[in-house]
């Protein structure tokens, strides 16, 4: 049986000014990992340590967005006492980058529910991982903390790239959106963020701007596009997930799919669980903590190996988890 293994499926980019001109510009070991990127989880190759960490400084943030899994979490009475505000110690963000630079993890981005600007040692983060070696250091933000001061810091601590959200070209929606957000002020940000980085003569980071596209937002893309375009280096949107959900399948059928983050990338919550699915935002499936393992042990470990091997027989939908995934069902038009 062939197995279908989509590259970052739910991600679509429309304007792309600089990108590959940026990416043209990096060192051989930055092209070799995004060759791999796409090659390993498509041919099933599983490198010793995972190509990337997504390591979440806080799972705080500013905002209560309705679409995201956070607010819903918060928002249940049966499920709020599981979801604890925690922030990354510094000792334990040392000990996972200095282990990653060693054992040849090439990028981190600096977020996964929370906001990354609350974490007050955020620009030392981006800082101490590319002093030590880090070749591609990114995070996502809703920029409505980000301040002039915070901007030439990430930019000066060798910041690689940086991913604004902002859901909507116009103010109210976006307000409805973005809870708690300000349009003009947060809009402001983003420009003058771009605009410090270029009087500083510098190429990054990477400037990207997306929406979730809903809904009740997908006939704005095009303003969205329009409002964007002479701004940020990319534009994009990536599609509407469900955040908390049910199994969506009653049985245990066999299915053309195999979910890529598998052979790709590793999740670490703020307390150091380690958790091998974006959307697992409950923790259903927790492989280890980096309080007590090493990012090694933990990639290579019996529960990571077990889900792996369901993917790649086809059986992904018998996981509990990945049964609530609709990725496996969404019709691919290509890889971005």
Not at 116 to 127: A, D
Request: neutral net charge; proline residues 4%.
């Amino acid at each position: 049986m062939s197995i279908n293994v989509p590259i970052n499926p739910t991600y679509k980019e429309t304007i792309n000014h600089s990108a590959k001109m940026w990416e043209e510009k990096k060192c051989k070991k930055y092209r070799e990992y995004r060759k791999k990127w796409s090659h390993n989880p498509k041919n099933h190759i599983l490198e010793e340590v995972p190509l990337h960490l997504d390591i979440e400084p806080t799972n705080a943030c500013n905002l209560k967005c309705p679409m995201c899994a956070r607010t819903v979490l918060l928002q249940d009475s049966n499920k709020k006492n599981s979801f604890p505000i925690t922030t990354m110690d510094m000792d334990l963000y040392r000990k996972i980058i200095d282990e990653a630079t060693e054992i040849g993890v090439y990028s981190i981005k600096l977020n996964w529910l929370g906001e990354p600007l609350i974490h007050p040692e955020l620009v030392n983060m981006v800082k101490y991982a590319k002093d030590k070696g880090i070749i591609d250091v990114m995070l996502n933000t809703n920029a409505v903390l980000l301040s002039e001061k915070i901007a030439k810091d990430l930019i000066e601590a060798g910041l690689d790239k940086i991913f604004f959200s902002f859901d909507s070209p116009y103010k109210e929606k976006y307000e409805e959106i973005r809870v708690g957000a300000d349009y003009e002020s947060t809009l402001e940000n983003i420009k003058r963020f771009v605009e410090i980085r270029n009087k500083m003569g510098k190429t990054s980071p990477l400037t990207r701007v997306s929406m979730v596209l809903m809904k009740d937002n997908q006939d704005e893309y095009e303003g969205y596009v329009n409002l964007f375009k002479d701004i940020v280096d990319v534009v994009a949107y990536v599609e509407y997930r469900t955040p908390v959900g049910e199994s969506i399948v009653e049985d245990d059928k066999i299915i053309d799919f195999s979910c890529s983050q598998l052979w790709q990338r590793m999740f670490v919550s703020a307390d150091g669980d380690v958790i091998v699915c974006c959307v697992d935002s409950e923790k259903e499936y927790v492989v280890g903590n980096l309080h007590k393992d090493s990012i090694r042990n933990i990639w290579q470990n019996n529960k990571y190996m077990h889900i792996r091997n369901m993917h790649k027989k086809g059986n992904c939908l018998k996981v509990s988890i990945c049964s609530k995934c609709d990725l496996p069902f969404k019709k691919q038009d290509g890889d971005v």
